[in-house]
């Protein structure tokens, strides 16, 4: 079992950065893949980044690539996700999610087994 707390989410005007950071529970976060999503009112959840167990390797989604960063510390149980060029359409709500899988990256929110409860990005005009 994981537990996930997402933290660093808060109100930014646009061109500004945050860094969120999710602290997992547990002794199995060094083989789990992570990942960030996000969930705008009205919309679905959507993909944002995900990084392997390792860290070796990243994924992005189009709207974010070269603007955020995934990365992970593994001796301290924690996922960041470094978010630059913040634009009003970043706004939602960030969730972290994590799957026991030590071998490869994950981007469909199905294929995860864990979820933070959320922490909420405002990105002002």
């Known amino acids: 079992q994981v537990q996930l707390v997402e933290s660093g989410g808060g109100l930014v005007q646009a061109g500004g950065s945050l860094r969120l950071s999710c602290a997992a529970s547990?002794?199995?976060?060094?083989?789990?893949?992570m990942g960030w999503f996000r969930q705008a009112p009205g919309q679905g959840r959507d993909f944002v980044a995900a990084?392997?167990?390792?860290?070796?390797?990243?994924s992005y989604a189009a709207s974010v690539k070269g603007r955020f960063t995934i990365s992970r510390a593994n001796a301290k149980n924690t996922v960041y996700l470094q978010m630059n060029s913040l634009k009003p359409e970043d706004t939602a709500v960030y969730y972290c999610?994590?799957?026991?899988?030590?071998?490869?990256?994950?981007?469909?929110?199905?294929?995860?087994?864990?979820w933070g409860q959320g922490t909420q990005v405002t990105v002002s005009s």
């Open positions: 547990g002794s199995t976060f060094s083989t789990c893949a």
């Open positions: 990084i392997a167990a390792s860290g070796a390797s990243t």
């Open positions: 999610a994590a799957v026991a899988s030590p071998f490869r990256i994950y981007t469909n929110a199905n294929e995860y087994e864990y």
